[in-house]
């Protein structure tokens, strides 16, 4: 039986000395990289497509090294499940996984849920499309990477009363939810602020599968333009009727109807849609171009990914925004030196890069990257085609 128990114990000893050779992993070696993203529900087309710019990011830059030390990266992916409800258990669960840096969310609601949690544990929040200006307002641990409502909504006011020439808007958002209220209140006030008149401002409920009346109302009303503002679900009935009804007017939205699921339903038909983004994929930059083809690849070589992509290879502007969170996340843990969350949202609030595929970026006061431009784009045939630079 000594014989026995020895050779164990001499096994048991060889194994971890040929652990250790190997560089084996222990819980001391590990950052956790918080996922706050919805996979499932109204937004989890477009969550999916943030992910696999975080995910893409990842696998080219999966350590990080912290004082001195390599860490192996660990994403811990939470559904938010696109419900306020839901995004709070979310929360939670990344609070008690000790992550050190949370990226998310696609949808405003979810992060505004989200936020105080995050504050309170004092885990630094890295908002990727959450563009309402409730996600940062008063909460010093949350910031974003994207341009915020106010701005998106003047864009838009903008290229409807510039280049679309419309002098009269419909506008359509659905109630209770904050990004596409919220979006929307900042087109009517930008739009009226440029002289135009909005011969109608209403709301749907969660749910709705019919907007045939909405769709009428505009028409009915003389509106030169629709700005419709909503989930990716929603987006995509309300262009299949509107096609319909043979719309002659464009409808005009925010960066949630990038997505395939609205080009798609564009396809074949001779609505207008157009919507404001934070990136082109036809960029030439050095960062951007280098990232298009190396995303492409990546999806093509993954059936997962692309499928999670819609089954293309497009580049979403939310994929690279989502690719820039991830190294500004790596960047600030590195410039802590520590795993510690104040020390890494010091380092968040005072960071400052060039070398991003949206762009330059550093923080305001309140966490807001400093963004003054967004690309305009059309749906066509299945795709989106670059329209212009569209600014305030």
């Not at 995004?87 to 050190?100: F, M, P, R, T, Y």
């Not at 190294?327 to 070398?355: C, F, H, M, Q």
Request: hydrophobic residues 40%.
């Amino acid at each position: 039986m000594k014989k026995v128990l020895v050779a164990l114990l001499v096994a048991v000893f060889v194994v971890c000395l040929a652990s250790c050779a190997k560089g084996g992993k222990d819980k001391g070696d590990v950052i956790k990289i918080g996922v706050f993203e919805p996979q499932s529900g109204d937004n989890g087309p477009g969550g999916k497509q943030e992910v696999l710019g975080i995910e893409y990011a990842h696998s080219i830059r999966p350590t990080v090294n912290v004082g001195g030390k390599t860490f192996t990266v660990v994403l811990d992916i939470q559904d938010n499940q696109s419900s306020t409800d839901k995004a709070v258990s979310a929360a939670q669960q990344l609070v008690s996984d000790k992550c050190a840096v949370v990226l998310g969310s696609y949808g405003s609601g979810v992060s505004i849920a989200a936020g105080s949690y995050f504050r309170d544990a004092k885990l630094p929040a890295i908002g990727v499309s959450c563009t309402n200006s409730a996600v940062t307002a008063g909460n010093d641990y949350y910031f974003r990477v994207c341009f915020l409502d106010p701005f998106q909504g003047s864009v838009q006011a903008s290229f409807a009363f510039e280049e679309c020439g419309a002098r009269k808007a419909y506008v359509l958002s659905m109630l209770g939810d904050d990004y596409t209220v919220g979006l929307a209140k900042n087109f009517v006030n930008a739009f009226k602020r440029l002289g135009g008149e909005i011969v109608s401002d209403e709301t749907f409920v969660e749910g709705t599968s019919d907007f045939s009346s909405y769709i009428q109302n505009a028409i009915d009303r003389g509106a030169d333009v629709i700005f419709a503002p909503s989930a990716i679900t929603y987006a995509a009935l309300i262009v299949k009727q509107a096609a319909t009804k043979n719309l002659q007017i464009p409808i005009l939205s925010g960066d949630t109807w990038e997505s395939s699921v609205i080009s798609d339903a564009q396809k074949g038909t001779n609505v207008k849609v157009y919507v404001s983004t934070f990136f082109d994929e036809n960029d030439e930059s050095g960062p951007a171009k280098n990232f298009v083809k190396g995303f492409k690849d990546y999806i093509n070589s993954n059936a997962t990914a692309k499928t999670n992509n819609g089954g293309n290879d497009i580049v979403a502007a939310v994929s690279a925004l989502g690719f820039d969170a991830y190294n500004v996340a790596l960047d600030a843990i590195e410039k802590a030196g520590k795993i510690d969350g104040p020390a890494i949202r010091d380092a968040i609030a005072s960071y400052t890069g060039s070398d991003f595929v949206t762009g330059e970026l550093s923080f305001d006061a309140n966490g807001d990257a400093r963004k003054n431009t967004a690309y305009i784009k059309q749906a066509v045939n299945g795709t989106f085609s670059f329209v212009k630079v569209q600014s305030i």
